[in-house]
């Protein structure tokens, strides 16, 4: 079974500051990739995803993700955070074409400081 | 459209009691999912169904139980709930697209005393 692990379980930034989160997953067939967000009180919500074409993806509020299959990652990233984008992320596996799953990760906490 | 929506949204219970959480979707979903949310282990899947009528085991599976009776609603019980049981849960649904983009319900947390 696939595993996702994200290294980073709480990540502090001050506005402006840049923001580089990992994801790494252990299937080694291809896979579909997700980054979810939780606002403070809300239910997750799709950030962007990944299921072929280019490995640079963008998703909503500026974040983007790029997949690295050499290095089974797909890494979260935005140039400049703001306040608002306080919130926890998970990023998501499904085996493409096989079964109905999504495996996601443990989550990283990111605090943004005013 | 209401989306996808868990009731109920809070619930205290007593060890050995049992309840059942309710998840309905509007959003004609062939696939639905119960996941449990618990601090630094993300969201670990409980059971889903790929269909009315039809269930699956998860990766946690023991002690829940599920039923989906009606395409749009997807039911999860705890017959006798145990202080693991502590935790938030959500419902989610899938169409069959490949897109494997799921869409949340609110979640329902769940205390176990």
């Known amino acids: 079974a696939q595993s996702v692990s994200q290294h980073n379980h709480h990540v502090i930034l001050s506005e402006a500051a840049s923001l580089e989160l990992g994801c790494n997953y252990s299937?080694?067939?291809?896979?579909?990739l997700f980054w979810y967000v939780q606002y403070p009180g809300q239910h997750l919500q799709l950030l962007l995803k990944?299921?072929?074409?280019?490995?640079l993806v963008k998703g909503i509020k500026g974040f983007e993700a790029e997949f690295i299959k050499s290095k089974f990652s797909f890494n979260l990233r935005k140039p400049s955070v703001q306040w608002s984008d306080t919130a926890e992320y998970f990023c998501?596996?499904?085996?493409?074409?096989?079964?109905?799953?999504?495996?996601f990760g443990g989550g990283t906490r990111l605090m943004v400081k005013p | 459209n209401a989306g996808v929506t868990q009731t109920p949204k809070f619930r205290v219970l007593k060890t050995g009691q049992s309840m059942t959480l309710l998840c309905a979707q509007d959003?004609?979903?062939?696939?639905m999912y119960w996941y449990r949310q618990d601090p630094g282990m993300g969201l670990r899947l409980i059971h889903y169904?790929?269909?009315?009528?039809?269930?699956a085991k998860g990766e946690v599976p023991d002690g829940y139980n599920v039923s989906r009776l009606k395409k749009q609603n997807f039911l999860l019980g705890l017959e006798s709930a145990a202080p693991s049981q502590t935790s938030v849960y959500f419902c989610?649904?899938?169409?069959?697209?490949?897109?494997?983009?799921?869409?949340f319900g609110e979640g329902s947390r769940l205390t176990v005393l």
């Open positions: 998501a596996v499904k085996v493409s074409g096989a079964g109905n799953m999504l495996t």
């Open positions: 989610a649904g899938r169409r069959t697209s490949n897109t494997g983009e799921l869409f």
């Open positions: 169904s790929v269909g009315e009528g039809t269930t």
């Open positions: 990944y299921f072929s074409g280019d490995p």
């Open positions: 299937y080694g067939g291809t896979v579909n």
């Open positions: 959003m004609n979903h062939e696939y």
